[in-house]
């Protein structure tokens, strides 16, 4: 059931229109992501919905309520930025109670909350530490405990783990994954990363020059991209929009269109199969895989293979029919 609305959603900026009539739900305890490159409208959606932008046309709604005139500071929502934002001069548990302490809540009261959420964020023993003291994974944590801390309805993730290296951010991003689905509140993810969209998100919202160009599971989103700019964000490349390979895959397949051939698409000669002349441009290692870079009839393509193909080398590549798909523009 969907907990928040967001309706017709426009807003522009000196001319240029960020968000075109953006429409969105969020259900309860689910986990939305905004994915989009820089400058698509992600962040400037999130800040409308927090009430620390005004749209110019469209209404938030939450739990039926009209947010249009409550201001951010009573939407009881949640925010966690990039930058963690925490109080250098306060300490773990000090940065954590902040927003408790303007609840006017009793100290003992504060501090069960506060333990509470250092066990919930891993971080047990650390109240006491200075936060200019901590890793960046560990201060990741005491801004989630803090975000947390009041029991907002909506927890707001803003470019969460944009500060980390990728071996910590993708152990950190199912970590916050887990917690939030621990804490049962619904979210609102955004990110330029598409696999920490992927792996964080039960939905993914994909967004390019203030529209959402396709909203579904990560699974659906992979398997059956709406269009060929989803495709090409989510990193499946090789999209075939004219030329001669373009030429022959319509004449073999019957179809028409911009084609998609999946990085998984080359397969072994047979069946419905399509073999065609090929020259090995590059392997790539990639740990479980080579991403082998190939040029057939003018267009470059890759693709995913379990070894790689000797570079320089003219050879047959044959593409499995049932991985080219057809896409709208």
Same mark, same amino acid.
């Given at each position: 059931?969907?907990?928040?609305?967001?309706?017709?959603?426009?807003?522009?900026?000196?001319?240029?229109?960020?968000?075109?009539?953006?429409?969105?739900?969020?259900?309860?305890?689910?986990?939305?992501?905004? &994915? =989009?490159?820089?400058?698509?409208?992600?962040?400037?959606?999130?800040? @409308?919905? /927090?009430? $620390?932008? !005004?749209? #110019?046309?469209?209404?938030?709604?939450?739990?039926?309520?009209?947010?249009?005139?409550?201001?951010?500071?009573?939407?009881?929502?949640?925010?966690?930025?990039?930058?963690?934002?925490?109080?250098?001069?306060?300490?773990?548990?000090?940065?954590?109670?902040?927003?408790?302490?303007?609840?006017?809540?009793?100290?003992?009261?504060?501090?069960?909350?506060?333990?509470?959420?250092?066990?919930?964020?891993?971080?047990?023993?650390?109240?006491?530490?200075?936060?200019?003291?901590?890793?960046?994974?560990?201060?990741?944590?005491?801004?989630?405990?803090?975000?947390?801390?009041?029991?907002?309805?909506?927890?707001?993730?803003?470019?969460?783990?944009?500060?980390?290296?990728?071996?910590?951010?993708?152990? &950190? =991003?199912?970590?916050?994954?887990?917690?939030?689905?621990?804490?049962? @509140?619904? /979210?609102? $993810?955004? !990110?330029? #990363?598409?696999?920490?969209?992927?792996?964080?998100?039960?939905?993914?919202?994909?967004?390019?020059?203030?529209?959402?160009?396709?909203?579904?599971?990560?699974?659906?989103?992979?398997?059956?991209?709406?269009?060929?700019?989803?495709?090409?964000?989510?990193?499946?490349?090789?999209?075939?929009?004219?030329?001669?390979?373009?030429?022959?895959?319509?004449?073999?397949?019957?179809?028409?269109?911009?084609?998609?051939?999946?990085?998984?698409?080359?397969?072994?000669?047979?069946?419905?199969?399509?073999?065609?002349?090929?020259?090995?441009?590059?392997?790539?290692?990639?740990?479980?895989?080579?991403?082998?870079?190939?040029?057939?009839?003018?267009?470059?393509?890759?693709?995913?293979?379990?070894?790689? &193909?000797?570079?320089?080398?003219?050879?047959?590549?044959?593409?499995?029919?049932?991985?080219?798909?057809?896409?709208?523009?």
């Amino acid at each position: 059931m969907a907990l928040l609305h967001a309706r017709g959603i426009s807003k522009a900026f000196d001319g240029h229109v960020a968000l075109h009539g953006i429409d969105l739900n969020v259900d309860e305890s689910e986990i939305l992501a905004l &994915l =989009g490159p820089s400058g698509c409208g992600k962040t400037t959606l999130l800040r @409308i919905i /927090a009430g $620390l932008e !005004t749209p #110019d046309a469209g209404d938030i709604l939450f739990a039926g309520s009209d947010m249009k005139r409550v201001p951010a500071h009573r939407r009881h929502f949640g925010l966690m930025f990039q930058d963690y934002a925490l109080f250098p001069h306060l300490n773990v548990r000090e940065n954590i109670a902040y927003g408790l302490t303007l609840q006017r809540l009793g100290k003992k009261e504060i501090d069960k909350r506060v333990d509470a959420l250092l066990e919930l964020v891993n971080l047990a023993g650390f109240a006491e530490r200075a936060v200019t003291e901590l890793s960046g994974g560990e201060r990741q944590r005491v801004a989630l405990a803090r975000s947390l801390a009041p029991s907002p309805r909506l927890l707001m993730l803003d470019e969460p783990l944009a500060a980390l290296d990728r071996a910590l951010r993708d152990h &950190l =991003g199912l970590e916050i994954r887990n917690i939030i689905k621990k804490v049962g @509140i619904p /979210a609102i $993810l955004v !990110t330029h #990363d598409q696999s920490e969209a992927f792996a964080m998100a039960d939905r993914v919202a994909v967004l390019d020059r203030g529209r959402i160009l396709q909203c579904d599971t990560p699974a659906a989103l992979y398997a059956r991209p709406a269009n060929a700019a989803v495709a090409s964000f989510i990193g499946l490349g090789n999209v075939i929009r004219e030329g001669e390979l373009h030429a022959k895959l319509c004449a073999r397949t019957g179809r028409s269109g911009i084609f998609l051939i999946r990085p998984d698409a080359a397969c072994a000669e047979g069946g419905k199969n399509i073999c065609l002349d090929a020259r090995v441009c590059e392997n790539v290692f990639r740990g479980q895989h080579y991403q082998t870079r190939v040029e057939i009839l003018g267009a470059e393509l890759v693709f995913r293979l379990d070894s790689p &193909l000797p570079a320089g080398s003219r050879l047959t590549i044959c593409l499995d029919e049932a991985k080219i798909q057809t896409l709208g523009s």
